[in-house]
């Protein structure tokens, strides 16, 4: 039963990423929308072609700029949320105490590779 528990753990948790993951992707649509309504703003003031061309490259650097970093700090947390899962599964599955054979305890480590790669 520990095992079921350990793997239902594992699931709330790869639920609550992906929620997170939502969010993250709520809040670049919006960043995104917050850029485009600049760049309306931008083209629709009384400027000359060469003001508003310049203030278009600049507005395209710094989003890019800051979907690198947005996607740099995503990726760093998913990383973490991964290792964490992973160190907690194989100490729950280290602690087992189910009565597993010493034949069957080397059957739990691909199991857990198994996780890893997913």
């Not at 973490?80 to 599964?89: D, F, S, W």
């Amino acid at each position: 039963m520990a095992i079921l528990e350990v793997f239902e753990k594992a699931k709330k948790q790869r639920k609550a990423a992906e929620q997170k993951k939502a969010l993250k992707n709520v809040a670049v649509g919006a960043a995104i929308g917050a850029t485009v309504g600049a760049v309306a703003g931008v083209l629709l003031a009384p400027k000359s072609g060469k003001e508003t061309r310049e203030e278009l490259a600049q507005a395209a650097k710094e989003a890019v700029e800051k979907a690198k970093v947005k996607m740099e700090e995503a990726k760093e947390k998913a990383e973490e949320v991964v290792e964490e899962v992973k160190g907690q599964l194989k100490q729950k599955m280290e602690n087992c105490q189910c009565g597993c054979s010493a034949g069957e305890e080397e059957n739990k480590e691909p199991a857990l590779e198994d996780v890893e790669k997913k």
